[in-house]
Every structure is written in C-alpha cells, then in structure tokens.
Nanobody, 122 residues
C-alpha cells in the first residue's frame, strides 16, 4: 500500500487549505484513513479519522468545526479541509491507513504517506 499526501503550503492565519491523500495498492475491504500532524519538537498526534463504515472521529478538540475529512471523487482518495487556520496548526501533516477502525494512536496504523508541510504565518 502506498499513500500520497499533497496540498500543504504557506497560508495566512484565518486561511484555508485542503490536503489530499490517495491510497494505492492492495487495500482491504474495510480500512480507516487518519490524518496526523507533527509540529517541530512535538510528538505526532492524531487529528481526525474516517473509516469506511464509520463516521468522522476527531482527536484534537481545537480542530472541531474547522477541519473536515471527506472522500474524494477519485477512488481511495480522502481530503482534509482545513479552515480558520491558526499558527498552532503549523505542522507536517501525514495520512495513514489502519486495517481496522479509527484510532488516534500512530502505532495502530499500518502504512503512512510522506508528510506535507502546512505553515500558518503572516
């Protein structure tokens, strides 16, 4: 399984970005895709997750109402729409696949995409 994350960049506070993650390879019938982020000097943290037969699970309270996860039109593509961004959202964002249900623990995920850097700054 390969994951390709894209969409990061520099955005001003209050702005929006949409990240995308496309999975390829042999995927099981049921899996979950999660987004994690890692700020400089901090541990990687779960942000949000969507399972094939689950709703959305948030792992960071501060992104509720600002971040949404959705399936794209392309097969095995998931988007992370981020709005009202703040400097505290600055981090490398990673998507990952869990061959089970959503989890906020990085160790629960089996495959990872490369990080895409999001920088929120004026």
């Amino acid at each position: 399984v390969q994951l390709q994350a894209s969409g990061g960049g520099l955005v001003q506070p209050g702005g929006s970005l949409r990240l995308s993650c496309t999975a390829s390879g042999l995927l099981p019938a049921y899996y979950a895709i999660g987004w994690f982020r890692q700020a400089p000097g901090k541990e990687r943290e779960g942000v949000i997750c969507m399972g094939l037969n689950e709703g959305t699970t948030y792992y960071v309270d501060s992104v509720r109402g600002r971040f949404t996860i959705s399936r794209g039109n392309a097969e095995n593509t998931v988007h992370l729409q981020m709005s009202s961004l703040t400097p505290e959202d600055t981090a490398a964002y990673y998507c990952a696949v869990n061959f089970g249900t959503c989890s906020g623990s990085p160790s629960s995920y089996h495959y990872w995409g490369q990080g895409t850097l999001v920088t929120v700054s004026s």
